[in-house]
């Protein structure tokens, strides 16, 4: 039965996740519209529709922005599946990629202008290239070993150049020149794709060179990639938007605002990761980010910080001395930062190497002249190693991120105290203290679109790889080196979202954790019980079969914990992209077969073999405290300030690991349990009762009293709503259980809206209260 078309609200109540793929196409998604809006959810949020390379299971490699991606339905599946929804009362809010393109001539039909016509092209401006570089050719890093190894499959077929599956178009005239000045002639240089990690002369997201930078930061540039998207929300087909990396942008609060205003404001989030501390630009006209700070604060509660040390302690053990510098993490961090600027992005080094260069050698101050480029080279990695946030946005943001302690830092890198004096012009540069000039804003401007690449590279996809002392800590926005946050601190959290971005959007899971939220509150489990996860290794250890190092064995074990029983294929898959990742003895450019296969042994004999039943019985064990973990984490994401969004199938159990395996097409209807109750519960009452949880709401802190009260995290929403969940349940059973511990409501009747009949008043007994459940939710009842 459908519910009533009703307007769409300028806010979501809370948006529903789905993983758009030639396999789950715009017609699938209408067809899990009657179920998704049973649940209570107010939007479907959708993963780019736009046109994207043939066959990519995620989208982000759009190729015309122009169009709306024809294996998922074309424009008029989307704008079905939007009449269908709106059929069912739901909104939609669509993913967008205005950072990056495919780099895929065939595909691409801008890039292929561009490469045919060179910087002449009406489309040069969008792409982000280096036209003084590389003697005005765009390297194309697509070749499997030098020219002269490849040439003879480099073939001419009327105007265009084959390579393999590779096409190029060839410049105007050129077709029948011989090879060498064929190459010569055009406006691109094909190449062996190594030469991807130091010559590189156009912006990539991150270190993948499959994806070129896009210049939006161009009015013309914007206008012609957002038109389409512009198109469907002004005509009601979508009605918000998630903004994907924006930080890779020049000028993310530039573009922000011009998307504000092209979109008449539209409720729209950003995926911006937040350090610790660290506050989302006030002026940015968003609602929020996409919640990865809400995810790190949410888990957060479920750790133990004590047991989280001792784990830390067990793991330097078990691990040495194979770990990263023992097992630090801030030493993880800087490790991998050094790392990744001079392998991964080396050409993004380089690059900004060259401008600060020019802009030294033709600046008229005489402090920035006779900067040698390999001193500018060193300050600039130096003062990049030591950021702790993923970017500056203005010469006034990087004095507080370009400290002068990093600097003091940076300087005793040179031998030569003279020689440190590139630090100085480096942040002066920064700081914005030899002026505001076209060079002096590129130079800003490059520095922090390495910073970010940088942030993302050295710490997700390096560090988080390195250090795992607790794997479900090593999420996107964590924190490894001190994961665990106490009731005040989420409290506090809380109260500023509330207040400062009450609209803000929070997840738990999504296309890009390593770990889905149920792995996770699995793996929490273990800050309570480090001693028995410890002699649960030193158990199955005995068992003989091949470590390849202590390193990836402890992340083999706690992955297998966290999961359950599973394909070994799966973990298979995990651990190879794992030991990659980490690059301390294998890489995805620089694979070492006889390592990767003595991983997959010991994975096959150990953790999916018969020694791993011992960690089966260990988590069986546990199981109540994992419950007790999942639901709470559920219940708190779904009530806390911002809009919750649920990632495809967690409204029930979903136990899923790091991409691929998290973006399998989704089973609607399945499930059911403890998790899917909770869930319905919360999206129902939010539905019915916007105003306890939108943007006029408050949050208030409810502190329990009693010998066990720091196991008890409760707030209320509004004065009308009560959540109350447990927190470290183990440690709360081998204390001896919740005793006389109570919390004290508001005032006023409350009952549980998940178990009709009963009602608490006064100071409620917290064993009375969580009787039957780890969690619960409670409404105050009518006088």
């Known amino acids: 039965m459908t519910t009533p078309e009703r307007p769409d609200p300028a806010v979501p109540t809370a948006t529903y996740r789905l993983q758009l793929q030639p396999g789950f196409p715009f017609a699938a998604a209408a067809e899990a519209v009657p179920y998704l809006a049973s649940l209570g959810v107010s939007h479907l949020h959708l993963s780019p529709v736009l046109e994207a390379v043939p066959g990519s299971p995620h989208g982000y490699d759009v190729v015309d922005p122009a169009r709306v991606r024809e294996e998922l339905g074309g424009e008029e599946g989307l704008r079905e599946l939007s009449r269908t929804a709106r059929r069912h009362g739901l909104g939609l809010v669509v993913d967008i990629v205005p ?68 096409v190029f178009p060839l410049r105007e005239g050129t077709a029948s020149l011989p090879l060498p000045q064929l190459l010569d002639a055009q406006w691109y240089r094909p190449v062996w794709w190594r ?74 989030v950003v995926e911006k990761i937040l350090a610790d501390g660290e506050a989302l630009p006030a002026s940015w006209p968003v609602a929020g980010t996409t919640g990865y700070d809400a995810l790190r604060h949410v888990d957060g509660l479920f750790m133990d910080p004590d047991g989280f040390r001792e784990l830390l302690g067990r793991y330097r053990a078990y691990a040495a001395p194979q770990t990263d510098r023992g097992g630090d993490w801030d030493a993880t961090v800087r490790r991998a930062a ?78 030569v105290p003279e020689e440190a004096g590139a630090v100085d012009v480096v942040r002066d540069l920064l700081l914005g203290r030899y002026g505001d000039g076209p060079a002096h804003v590129e130079f800003r401007t490059r520095f922090a679109q390495t910073a970010s690449a940088l942030r993302a590279k050295s710490v997700e996809d390096t560090a988080f790889y390195r250090y795992v002392p607790l794997l479900s800590a090593t999420e996107v926005g964590g924190e490894p080196g001190g994961p665990a946050v106490a009731p005040d601190r989420f409290h506090a959290y809380c109260a500023r979202v509330q207040r400062d971005w009450p609209a803000t959007g929070t997840v738990l899971s999504t296309h890009d954790a390593k770990r889905s939220a149920d792995v996770r509150a699995a793996l929490h489990v273990l800050t309570e ?39 070994e294929e799966r973990v298979q898959a995990a651990l190879l992209k794992h030991v990659r990742e980490a690059g301390l003895f294998t890489s995805w450019t620089e694979q070492e077969p006889p390592y990767e296969e003595a991983v997959a042994r010991f994975v096959t004999a150990g953790p999916c073999g018969v020694p791993g039943r011992k960690v089966a019985e260990l988590r069986e064990a546990l199981e109540p405290h994992i419950r007790a973990n999942a639901l709470g984490a559920a219940l708190v994401h779904l009530t806390m300030p911002g809009v919750p ?90 204390s001896g259980g919740w005793g006389d511990t109570r919390l004290p409501l508001p005032r006023g009747r409350w009952a549980d809206v998940r178990q009709p009949g009963r009602e608490f008043t006064g100071e409620a007994r917290v064993a009375e209260l969580f009787a039957a459940s780890p969690v619960a939710l409670l409404e105050r009842a009518p006088e």
């Not at 002449?120 to 792409?127: C, E, L, N, P, Q």
């Not at 709401?697 to 109350?724: I, Q």
């Open 99 to 166: 950072n990056h393109m495919a780099m895929s001539p065939r595909h691409n039909p801008a890039l292929w202008e561009v490469l045919r016509d060179g910087p002449s092209s009406r489309r040069a401006r969008w792409f982000d290239i280096d036209w003084e570089a590389q003697g005005g050719q765009v390297l194309l890093p697509v070749l499997g070993g030098p020219l002269g190894e490849e040439a003879d499959r480099l073939k001419t077929d009327g105007d265009v150049l084959r390579y393999y599956d590779h």
């Open 195 to 268: 030469l991807a990690r130091t010559e590189l002369n156009y912006r990539r997201f991150f270190s993948i060179s499959e994806l070129i930078g896009v210049r939006v930061e161009d009015p013309e540039v914007f206008e012609a990639t957002h038109a389409k998207i512009l198109e469907l929300l002004h005509e009601g087909v979508v009605d918000g938007l998630r903004v994907d990396h924006p930080d890779g942008l020049a000028d993310p609060g530039g573009y922000l605002r011009r998307l504000h205003e092209a979109t008449g404001g539209r409720w729209t």
């Open 338 to 415: 050094y790392k990744v600027l001079t392998h991964e992005l080396a050409a993004e080094t380089e690059r900004l190497t060259r401008v600060a260069s020019r802009l030294c050698a033709t600046a008229p101050e005489t402090a920035l002249r006779d900067r040698a480029p390999w001193a500018l080279r060193t300050a600039l990695t130096e003062l990049l190693v030591r950021l702790e946030v993923y970017r500056p946005y203005s010469p006034e943001d990087a004095a507080t991120v370009v400290t002068e302690e990093a600097a003091a830092e940076a300087r005793r890198a040179f031998a």
């Open 529 to 567: 019980c480090p001693e028995r996860w410890a002699d649960v290794l030193t158990e199955v250890s005995r068992a003989g079969q091949a470590v390849p190092d202590g390193q990836t064995a402890w992340a083999a074990w706690q992955t297998v914990f966290g999961l359950g029983p599973a394909e």
């Open 645 to 734: 969004d649920l990632y495809q199938g967690t409204e029930h159990e979903y136990r899923a690991l790091v991409d691929p395996d998290n973006r399998r097409p989704p089973r609607f209807g399945e499930g059911g349990g403890d998790k899917e109750a909770v869930t319905r519960a919360a999206l129902a009452l939010r539905a019915r009762r916007p105003e306890v949880f939108g943007t006029t709401a408050s949050y208030e802190p409810l502190t329990a009293v009693g010998a066990a009260a720091d196991h008890c995290l409760a707030f209320a929403r509004s004065g009308e709503v009560v959540t109350a969940v447990t927190r470290l349940s183990l440690r709360l059973a081998e």
